[in-house]
């Protein structure tokens, strides 16, 4: 029997075609994970809010055909008294998803700083798109 495999991958910027903290291409990676075998492929963790995610979105959309998986932390990363802070509203992060699933995510969720109050946001979204 097989699973899918959904792969990925963290990026540091949303600029220059998104760029991995190493300096690899959402497209690059995306066409990569698929020669491998990936069955989707996506964006997650990282340095990028919800908005900036988007665009690598789109780009993972434009570089493969299969679905494309968008899981961002609630906010960029903040340091605060030795301390990573992750401080978007769960109604701000909603609407930064509704702009992934806008560049072409079909799988979404959340990483870092997510609490189920974001989670929840994310679903009233979805439900309301039927």
């Known amino acids: ?27 690059d990676c995306a066409r990569s994970l698929a020669d491998a075998g990936a069955n989707a492929v996506g964006a997650n963790c990282g340095d990028l809010d919800p908005f ?7 780009i993972l959309h434009q570089a ?17 008294e030795n301390t990573t802070v992750f401080d978007m509203s769960p109604a701000e992060f909603a609407k930064g998803i509704e702009k992934c699933l806008q560049a072409g995510a079909s799988i979404v969720g959340g990483c870092c700083g997510t609490t189920p109050e974001h989670i929840r946001a994310v679903a009233e979204l979805i439900a309301k798109r039927g």
């Open 1 to 27: 029997f097989s699973l899918p495999v959904i792969a990925s991958i963290a990026f540091a910027a949303e600029k220059n075609g998104g760029r991995t903290v190493m300096g690899n291409s959402a497209q």
């Open 52 to 58: 900036q995610m988007a665009a690598v979105v789109s």
């Open 64 to 80: 493969v055909s299969m679905p494309i998986l968008a899981q961002p932390n609630a906010g960029r990363p903040r340091l605060v």
